[in-house]
């Protein structure tokens, strides 16, 4: 028997609340932003972001309590397989989810408004790093 787990740190990009949904086992999504850093063949940083959608369930409502867009965050779970639909029909579909259990707030994302907001001509529909 064996676990199959995973640990992301990186950028809260958006909270969507399922909550009020009462036949619903979910109670949030939780995208996460990345960042892959590297050096190209000329020498030049590189940076590619990726967004990793979590899984909470309602009984883990704490991973969500008190969290914002932009908190720096390590997030453990659980990965689950799922599928829908009869195996060799258009209708057939399977995947991975992501179950966040666990979080670690490492920074909390400063108030918009905020003396140190960033620099001049920073979209606001950005997802803060």
């Known amino acids: 028997m064996g676990i199959a787990e995973f640990e992301i740190i990186g950028r809260v990009a958006r909270i969507v609340d399922l909550s009020n ?6 109670h949030a999504l939780v995208s996460v932003a990345t960042d892959q850093n590297w050096k190209n063949d000329a020498g030049e940083w590189e940076k590619k972001t990726s967004f990793h959608t979590l899984v909470v369930k309602n009984g883990s409502k704490l991973v969500v309590k008190d969290l914002d867009v932009g908190d720096l965050t390590r997030f453990t779970g659980v990965i689950d397989t799922w599928k829908s639909g009869e195996f060799g029909t258009d209708e057939f579909k399977e995947g991975v989810s992501l179950i966040a259990l666990q979080r670690r707030i490492f920074t909390k994302a400063k108030p918009r408004g905020t003396a140190d907001e960033g620099p001049a001509g920073h979209d606001d529909n950005e997802v803060p790093y």
Do not use: E, G, V
């Not at 949904?21 to 979910?26: D, F, L, Q, V």
């Open 21 to 26: 949904k009462s036949n619903s086992k979910t």
